[in-house]
């Protein structure tokens, strides 16, 4: 099990070059089965592989009355290990509530740039982070609940910068039958089972149903999330390649060419379309509708109309996307 | 609400242009809400639009008590709106067992056939069927956890061949609604209460307890599945026009222009040796795993592979896909 499972991580790690040769790594360390199963593995691959620890970091956000016991936690574990130990710690309510961020957001913001210190003052390259085969399945549910349809389907990256993330391929539990395999002990993270919050009530009600009426749909999840990633994001770069081409920002907003974009694949087109709206809709959402109805004005179908913080029209050959008071 | 839900759906039938004009239309009816809604709709659309009912259909299965109930129950509807009736009735389970299909899919191939038939004698050019957005949701959600990423995820077409599916964009919900609003009833599905079949329980406990988490899920399902197919309907026309132009049939299986292919998008890539792995696969399953040992071949990053049914090596300039037993 142990040897199948350090197999299938090693291969997500050549497979996508997220340590390549030479590489010093720090790793993020919470306390949670995740991010120790994620260093005991990676100090065991690194034993034979072309990558070295460069040490582990731990922040603590003072949210939880465990905090402490938390810090103290994973300082022992680097010791046991022989690693380098960071830790650094911040008021993260005090600063989301001033910052006006969501609590999740304030906390995920003060610890990557932590990491980020860390990671120079160790030489490190490349940081580490315990994102699962589970993380992976609920985000792209999540999104896809949301209605992230239009782009941002797909889903997590298993590398974006220097942030890589080496167990997205495995499961939550694997990854604890592993260290109960090895006698190491991981945290309980309580805050994870607060069924109020939604990704939490996907994570524990939600897949496990659907786990239970296919076996294995949490995998399959988050190997559709991967492809339909991969095939967005092509799309994606050819409608901006299409959208540079076509479009003029004018003083009212943007105006498209559109007998070159009559010519286009509509897969393309609609999302240049998107592009556009959202250039006059400042922070107004564009859903699905909205592009339906340009896609109408392009096709002659409809005269003009309204969309979210504007007007589209078809003067001439061109699409012209105007913003609220400026035509 | 009856305005706005007969709005929606004709917007659907405009702009996927499912009933151009002078259509003649046949309905299939099997007695729930859906159909009993999509009859009653259709007849309320047909007086202003430009197209007619050829009249309603109704596939007894004799699958269940209630068979003869309900053909009486459509038979009367019918009457009641003056509409030509047509049925038939087979011994589905018999049929199933003789054929070694599934019960549902042995009553899909007698009722096409069917629907077929009696749109003959009617005229009709369409046939019309009920599915929902609620169908198009566990659709979506289905194949999603049943590990259709490679291709194949998306939901139902709106249109195929001569089936039309005008209600795709509204809830079972509302339909309920306007079939109460104007007092039309309809048949209860029983066996659609049966939580053992996967799909009822994706549509009984897994999609309500999403839709609890997030109100709108299932629509946000639904369009995601929309966009899905339309991208992957493109991206698969493109890897076929690139299959036919690096493919060659050998005696012993397939073999593809490596160089070329080195040159063209991994989304495109991706559907070129799906299809050249399925050539040689036979009737077994191909996997993400075996596309990525395949692409791994291709770029060199190991000599050689066994994949389902044959091997895959690189000769040359060639990916060579051979069958078990023809090397």
């Given at each position: 099990m142990v040897a199948g499972l350090l197999q299938q991580i090693r291969r997500t790690v050549r497979r996508e070059a997220l340590?390549?040769?030479?590489t010093k790594v720090l790793i993020a360390l919470s306390g949670g089965s995740d991010s120790v199963a994620l260093t005991c593995i990676l100090v065991q691959l690194a034993a034979t592989d072309d990558f070295s620890v460069a040490g582990v970091a731990h922040f603590n956000?003072?949210?939880?009355?465990t905090a402490e016991r938390d810090e103290v936690f994973c300082r022992d574990l680097a010791t046991r290990l022989g690693l380098e130990f960071r830790s650094d710690r911040a008021d993260v309510a005090a600063y989301a509530s001033a910052q006006r961020l969501s609590v999740e957001d304030a906390a995920r913001r003060l610890r990557y740039a932590f990491l980020r210190t860390a990671a120079a003052d160790l030489f490190a390259d490349r940081i580490a982070v315990g994102h699962t085969l589970d993380d992976q399945a609920e985000t792209v549910l999540l999104k896809m609940v949301r209605g992230?349809?239009?782009?941002?389907?797909?889903g997590i990256s298993p590398q974006k910068g220097d942030v890589v993330r080496?167990?997205?391929?495995?499961?939550k539990r694997d990854l604890t039958a592993y260290l109960t395999s090895v006698n190491a002990p991981w945290l309980e993270d309580?805050?994870?089972?607060?069924?109020?919050?939604p990704r939490n009530r996907l994570r524990h009600v939600v897949l496990p149903s659907l786990d239970e009426t296919y076996s294995g749909a949490s995998r399959a999840i988050a190997r559709a999330g991967e492809l339909m990633r991969m095939d967005a994001q092509w799309l994606d770069a050819r409608a901006a390649e299409l959208f540079d081409a076509v479009a003029e920002t004018t003083e009212s907003g943007v105006q498209l060419d559109a007998r070159r974009l009559a010519t286009e694949p509509r897969p393309i087109v609609r999302r240049v379309l998107l592009t556009a709206l959202r250039a006059i809709a400042g922070n107004r959402e564009i859903g699905l509708d909205h592009i339906r109805l340009t896609e109408d004005v392009l096709g002659r179908s409809c005269g003009g109309t309204d969309v979210p913080g504007g007007r589209v029209e078809l003067r001439r050959e061109k699409l012209v996307l105007s913003q609220q008071g400026l035509r």
């Amino acid at each position: 099990m142990v040897a199948g499972l350090l197999q299938q991580i090693r291969r997500t790690v050549r497979r996508e070059a997220l340590l390549p040769p030479g590489t010093k790594v720090l790793i993020a360390l919470s306390g949670g089965s995740d991010s120790v199963a994620l260093t005991c593995i990676l100090v065991q691959l690194a034993a034979t592989d072309d990558f070295s620890v460069a040490g582990v970091a731990h922040f603590n956000h003072q949210l939880r009355d465990t905090a402490e016991r938390d810090e103290v936690f994973c300082r022992d574990l680097a010791t046991r290990l022989g690693l380098e130990f960071r830790s650094d710690r911040a008021d993260v309510a005090a600063y989301a509530s001033a910052q006006r961020l969501s609590v999740e957001d304030a906390a995920r913001r003060l610890r990557y740039a932590f990491l980020r210190t860390a990671a120079a003052d160790l030489f490190a390259d490349r940081i580490a982070v315990g994102h699962t085969l589970d993380d992976q399945a609920e985000t792209v549910l999540l999104k896809m609940v949301r209605g992230a349809g239009l782009t941002g389907l797909g889903g997590i990256s298993p590398q974006k910068g220097d942030v890589v993330r080496p167990l997205l391929e495995v499961s939550k539990r694997d990854l604890t039958a592993y260290l109960t395999s090895v006698n190491a002990p991981w945290l309980e993270d309580e805050t994870n089972q607060d069924l109020s919050n939604p990704r939490n009530r996907l994570r524990h009600v939600v897949l496990p149903s659907l786990d239970e009426t296919y076996s294995g749909a949490s995998r399959a999840i988050a190997r559709a999330g991967e492809l339909m990633r991969m095939d967005a994001q092509w799309l994606d770069a050819r409608a901006a390649e299409l959208f540079d081409a076509v479009a003029e920002t004018t003083e009212s907003g943007v105006q498209l060419d559109a007998r070159r974009l009559a010519t286009e694949p509509r897969p393309i087109v609609r999302r240049v379309l998107l592009t556009a709206l959202r250039a006059i809709a400042g922070n107004r959402e564009i859903g699905l509708d909205h592009i339906r109805l340009t896609e109408d004005v392009l096709g002659r179908s409809c005269g003009g109309t309204d969309v979210p913080g504007g007007r589209v029209e078809l003067r001439r050959e061109k699409l012209v996307l105007s913003q609220q008071g400026l035509r």
